[in-house]
């Protein structure tokens, strides 16, 4: 049976739409749904901006960062040594992953007020990477790793997160590590 001229035209214009449609699609499918959420559903812009940004720190998926994070973005807690706005957050996930690759993070509850999320975040995996310290390369054994984390940012207009302050239980996670002893 012949196909067409139009047929022809029109079946490779239906896959490239049905490709291009997928995209945002699956930058959402794997976003982690808050245990308990209060003041808001978890597809309000301001839930969905914490949730892409949770899935960025699990993923370590630049695309996600970018989803959840403004232009103008600012680390109001920020560490030493990391750099401000969006390159701050992909430097520190690149590093996390380098250590624990299989990390995974839940959050426990989300609270949504206004243009504010706040988060309370649960880390976990295994370290069987490379950490970086100020003496050298540590090498995972495979410990695991289990520490929380709160978070409070600012969601713009555009359900994008403008400002974080974020607090992270990092003398549990150095112990884990096996930077600082037990």
């Known amino acids: 049976m012949p196909v067409s001229a139009s047929a ?3 079946a490779p214009a239906i896959l490239a739409l049905s490709l291009l449609a997928a995209v ?13 959420l209060s003041g808001a559903t978890a597809t309000d812009k301001t839930a969905l901006a914490a949730r892409r940004y949770a899935a960025f720190w699990q993923s370590g998926d630049p695309a996600l960062a970018r989803l959840a994070l403004a ?10 040594g990391r750099p401000q706005g969006l390159a701050g957050p992909l430097q520190a996930s690149q590093v996390f992953h380098a ?3 299989d990390l ?8 949504v007020a206004g243009d504010r ?8 995996g295994r370290f069987t990477g490379v950490f970086p310290t100020p003496q050298g390369e540590l090498r995972g054994q495979g410990q695991a790793i289990d520490f929380h984390a ?6 713009n207009g555009q359900g994008r997160i403008s400002d974080n302050w974020h607090l992270e239980d990092n003398l549990t996670l150095l112990r884990q590590l096996g930077v600082l002893a037990p």
């Open 117 to 124: 999320v706040s988060l309370r975040l649960h880390f976990t």
């Open 99 to 101: 250590a624990v690759p």
């Open 24 to 36: 945002p699609a699956h930058a959402a499918m794997d976003l982690p749904m808050p245990a308990q």
């Open 8 to 10: 022809s035209v029109v």
């Open 71 to 80: 232009d103008d973005f600012i680390d109001r807690s920020l560490p030493a």
């Open 104 to 111: 995974k993070v839940a959050i426990e509850e989300m609270l």
């Open 150 to 155: 709160f978070d409070l940012y600012r969601v």
